[in-house]
């Protein structure tokens, strides 16, 4: 199965390729490159672990969350696009965070990440993730290559 290829067994399967995160803490479905962005979704299926203590009455998927899959999106882009190829990012700042709308379980967030730099050793992107077309979270966030 060549990459980019979805694995009926585990439609993830290039995503965890690429990324070193799992479940349940990983939160990427689908990531593209268009016209040099990052184009990306994830759906947030009411199963999540969070749902039962974020805001039990009314579930939302938490801002940090938001951010975390934004960056996870934006790391699993710049792998495909062949700037970096190895090591875990690290959150070293996140800036501009403005959160627009609540994201409700079973909702899809779509992602546009735009690399800012992308380097060896850092990586600076900025993301909007919007629902049905209404934008839900900005923010834009440098990253520290490690091991």
């Given at each position: ?6 694995d009926p ?104 990440i ?19 077309g ?14």
């Amino acid at each position: 199965m060549s990459a980019g290829t979805i694995d009926p067994a585990d439609p993830r399967k290039e995503i965890k390729e690429l990324l070193p995160h799992r479940e349940p803490f990983l939160f990427v479905d689908k990531v593209d490159i268009v016209d040099g962005k990052i184009v990306a979704e994830r759906t947030y299926p009411d199963t999540e672990w969070f749902f039962k203590g974020h805001f039990p009455d009314y579930p939302v998927v938490p801002g940090v969350i938001l951010i975390e899959t934004m960056a996870q999106c934006g790391g699993v882009g710049i792998r495909k696009m062949g700037i970096q190829n190895a090591g875990t990012f690290l959150f070293a700042k996140i800036r501009e965070a403005r959160f627009r709308r609540p994201v409700r379980p079973g909702e899809r967030l779509e992602m546009v990440i735009e690399n800012l730099k992308a380097s060896p050793k850092i990586v600076h992107q900025r993301g909007v993730g919007s629902v049905g077309g209404e934008v839900a979270v900005e923010a834009e966030w440098i990253a520290i290559v490690g091991a």
